[in-house]
């Protein structure tokens, strides 16, 4: 999709930005890398992993923007409202690191390393999900959706599809190629036991 809207997402002041929904997997590849490492329980792994990819749940704002195009043929602009402003914060933060807690048994390290990756995705963001043209620079709101003081910006933010993210990502998978390899399970796991064993028993055969 690229079609654009005006954005209000920092307090007053407009940009245009176009919708790439494409880096929650990035996120998700690098919450994963930070979470398998760690000696705890693959539940609590997963915890961790999702810290850092829900701050992209004020993204699905822009369901609602799909069903008024699509039911009511009218435009609305929620998810250029309120995409990195809803969940993208430190009140979110520390919501999910509670959460992510409160379904551990190692409930300080999961809250500590929830934190860590949500932080991780915030700077990711920061850093690298410019787009499309040289203006459109999405700032975090640190303090959002409570107050829109600490609002950050980075005047040399790339491009959501620059080389940086793509390299990135391709290294990412590098690492998740191997520990999969290693330890006989992989990010696949999230959505399927079977496919996850499925994907392993490929690479092993693949690779050994
Ligand atoms: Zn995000």
Redesign the pocket.
């Given at each position: 999709m690229s079609r654009k809207y005006t954005s209000n997402i920092d307090g007053g002041q407009t940009s245009v930005v176009t919708c790439l929904p494409m880096?929650p997997v990035t996120?998700l590849f690098l919450s994963w890398t930070i979470a398998d490492p760690c000696n705890m329980p693959l539940k609590e792994k997963k915890l961790i992993t999702w810290a850092g990819v829900v701050?992209?749940l004020d993204?699905l704002t822009m369901v609602a923007d799909f069903a008024n195009r699509a039911l009511l043929n009218t435009e609305s602009e929620y998810y250029f409202r309120f995409h990195?402003v809803l969940t993208?914060g430190l009140p979110a933060a520390i919501v999910f690191a509670i959460a992510a807690a409160a379904f551990a048994t190692n409930r300080l390290k999961v809250a500590m390393l929830a934190l860590l990756t949500f932080h991780l995705?915030l700077v990711c963001?920061l850093i690298g999900?410019r787009g499309p043209d040289p203006g459109d620079i999405w700032p975090i709101a640190y303090l959002q959706p409570l107050s829109s003081l600490m609002t950050f910006r980075w005047s040399h933010q790339w491009e959501l599809n620059a080389w940086p993210n793509i390299l990135l990502t391709i290294v990412l998978m590098a690492i998740i190629f191997r520990q999969a390899f290693v330890n006989g399970y992989s990010p696949v796991c999230f959505f399927s036991k079977s496919a996850d064993d499925a994907f392993v028993r490929t690479l092993r055969s693949r690779f050994e």
């Open positions: 880096n996120h701050a992209d993204g990195h993208h995705h963001d999900s």
